[in-house]
């Protein structure tokens, strides 16, 4: 195809991910008709693809309330939590230590200040999961509050650009929990032993989703590994986070499509990233233990495409010749630049099983990821996406991969 045909097949690839499918939320139909659009467009392409099942749930927010007396304050359910309907005292904690002196069992728990600073791991997630946070969890569940209310601010690092965050975002944690505004929290904290009144009308769904891979090439021994998630939050477009990076891997599956090289290529589709248990994460690596030695790069793509800035490409332990031959794709291409390092990528698993790896995203983002307030948002939509940028990408792939092969 042609840079023109490219773009225009780019810009209809999004139309289908961000407005023709409403949702692409973990376990709901449209991230079912997400990854059976990138199924079907590999075959196209002439990909030979594989699609992996998994077991999720997914998640109906019917709304919460609370009440103290005659004073009704503002929450939202956490995602993936129970619902409950509870009347109780309302007890506050502020720090670790002060839960674990408190008597919360029964009660009614608004978790506040520094022990809400920051959104903590689901109680499973294996890839980062510090600590202070295992601790918070489990003291949680041996004290058995009724439910939990917790009032947060931001925390675009770990939670996104939402405000407030959920503090507790976890299919496996029981404790019903809402979540609130830091400001709501301090007016709440004034009914401190008060009786109060929480509903919540949170309902977990038993449902399928699906991880989709395509292969293409001659030694299984030697293979480069292209990924991108293709998940996004409930509640958002998930634009660049991360339409671009699925959109970006179709692209390249077309400058691929006569690929015949000594490289074993993957593209990978994964179903998880913004999910609290990533399934199609843990079920790759399940069915790749042993074989991370045989991964001579994964290219990660996540949060590209941002219309501000050039692409970013951030390099993580790539041997000295995949680096000078990166060098000079950089000097090839005009929009893209070297990126500074980040962790919060589906890379990771591939560093953290001593692969080499490449994060592509946008300069911008990764110049304001503590600070913006875009992502499992609203706000990312089509409307700050550059499709250009997109196609871009793809050929400086394609060119890295031929010339990879070649040497």
Same mark, same amino acid.
């Given at each position: 195809?042609?840079?023109?045909?490219?773009?225009?097949?780019?810009?209809?690839?999004?139309?289908?991910?961000?407005?023709?499918?409403? =949702?692409?939320?973990?376990?709901?139909?449209?991230?079912?008709?997400?990854?059976?659009?990138?199924?079907?467009?590999?075959? @196209?392409?002439?990909?030979?693809? =594989?699609?992996?099942?998994?077991?999720?749930?997914?998640?109906?927010?019917?709304?919460?309330?609370?009440?103290?007396?005659?004073?009704?304050?503002?929450?939202?359910?956490?995602?993936?939590?129970?619902?409950? $309907?509870?009347?109780?005292?309302?007890?506050?904690?502020?720090?670790?230590?002060?839960?674990?002196?408190?008597?919360?069992?029964?009660?009614? *728990?608004?978790?506040?200040?520094?022990?809400?600073? #920051?959104?903590?791991?689901?109680?499973?997630?294996?890839?980062?999961?510090?600590?202070?946070?295992?601790?918070?969890?489990?003291?949680?569940?041996?004290?058995?509050?009724?439910?939990?209310?917790?009032?947060?601010?931001?925390?675009?690092? /770990?939670?996104?650009? $939402?405000?407030?965050?959920?503090?507790?975002?976890?299919?496996?944690?029981?404790?019903? @929990?809402?979540?609130?505004?830091?400001?709501?929290?301090?007016?709440?904290?004034?009914?401190?032993?008060?009786?109060?009144?929480?509903?919540?009308?949170?309902?977990?769904?038993?449902?399928?989703? !699906?991880?989709?891979?395509?292969?293409?090439?001659?030694?299984?021994?030697?293979?480069?590994?292209?990924?991108? +998630?293709?998940?996004?939050?409930?509640?958002?477009?998930?634009?660049?986070?991360?339409?671009?990076?699925?959109?970006?891997?179709?692209?390249?599956?077309?400058? /691929?499509?006569?690929?015949?090289?000594?490289?074993?290529?993957?593209?990978?589709?994964?179903?998880?990233?913004?999910?609290?248990?990533?399934?199609?994460?843990?079920?790759?690596?399940?069915?790749?233990?042993?074989?991370?030695?045989?991964?001579?790069?994964?290219?990660?793509?996540?949060?590209?495409? !941002?219309?501000?800035?050039? @692409?970013?490409?951030?390099?993580?332990?790539?041997?000295?010749?995949?680096?000078?031959?990166?060098?000079?794709? *950089?000097?090839?291409?005009?929009?893209?630049?070297?990126?500074? /390092?980040?962790?919060?990528?589906?890379?990771?698993?591939?560093?953290? !099983?001593?692969?080499?790896?490449?994060?592509?995203?946008?300069?911008?983002? /990764?110049?304001?990821?503590?600070?913006?307030?875009?992502? +499992?948002?609203?706000?990312?939509?089509?409307?700050?996406?550059?499709?250009?940028?997109?196609? #871009?990408?793809? #050929?400086?792939?394609?060119?890295?991969?031929?010339?990879?092969?070649?040497?």
């Amino acid at each position: 195809m042609e840079n023109d045909e490219l773009y225009q097949k780019c810009v209809s690839d999004l139309e289908k991910l961000c407005k023709e499918i409403p =949702e692409r939320s973990v376990g709901s139909e449209g991230n079912r008709q997400a990854t059976s659009y990138f199924e079907k467009e590999l075959s @196209s392409s002439g990909w030979k693809s =594989e699609i992996s099942e998994l077991d999720v749930i997914d998640w109906e927010d019917g709304g919460a309330a609370l009440h103290v007396a005659d004073q009704s304050f503002h929450v939202l359910a956490s995602p993936y939590s129970l619902g409950c $309907s509870v009347q109780a005292p309302l007890v506050s904690v502020s720090c670790l230590e002060e839960l674990k002196r408190k008597d919360i069992s029964g009660k009614i *728990l608004l978790l506040h200040n520094d022990i809400a600073k #920051e959104q903590l791991m689901p109680k499973n997630f294996v890839f980062y999961n510090p600590a202070e946070h295992q601790k918070i969890i489990a003291l949680l569940e041996q004290m058995g509050p009724a439910a939990i209310i917790s009032a947060t601010s931001r925390n675009a690092a /770990l939670a996104g650009g $939402s405000y407030p965050f959920p503090l507790i975002e976890d299919g496996d944690f029981d404790i019903p @929990s809402v979540y609130m505004t830091e400001e709501e929290g301090k007016k709440l904290l004034s009914c401190t032993g008060m009786p109060t009144m929480l509903q919540s009308r949170s309902t977990r769904i038993p449902a399928k989703s !699906y991880n989709v891979a395509a292969r293409k090439g001659k030694n299984k021994d030697e293979r480069i590994v292209l990924t991108a +998630h293709i998940d996004a939050k409930k509640g958002s477009p998930g634009a660049i986070d991360n339409a671009t990076g699925v959109v970006t891997l179709l692209i390249l599956a077309e400058l /691929l499509k006569n690929y015949d090289g000594d490289r074993y290529l993957e593209i990978v589709a994964f179903n998880g990233e913004d999910y609290y248990a990533a399934p199609g994460q843990m079920d790759y690596i399940k069915k790749n233990q042993g074989r991370f030695d045989t991964i001579l790069l994964n290219i990660n793509i996540d949060g590209a495409g !941002y219309k501000e800035g050039k @692409s970013a490409f951030s390099f993580f332990d790539v041997p000295e010749t995949i680096k000078a031959t990166s060098n000079e794709m *950089l000097a090839r291409f005009d929009g893209i630049t070297e990126g500074k /390092l980040w962790p919060q990528g589906d890379h990771s698993i591939f560093i953290q !099983y001593g692969c080499p790896a490449i994060a592509v995203s946008s300069q911008w983002f /990764l110049e304001h990821i503590d600070s913006q307030d875009i992502t +499992h948002t609203p706000k990312d939509n089509l409307e700050i996406v550059d499709g250009r940028k997109l196609v #871009e990408i793809a #050929e400086a792939l394609h060119w890295l991969i031929k010339k990879t092969d070649s040497r």
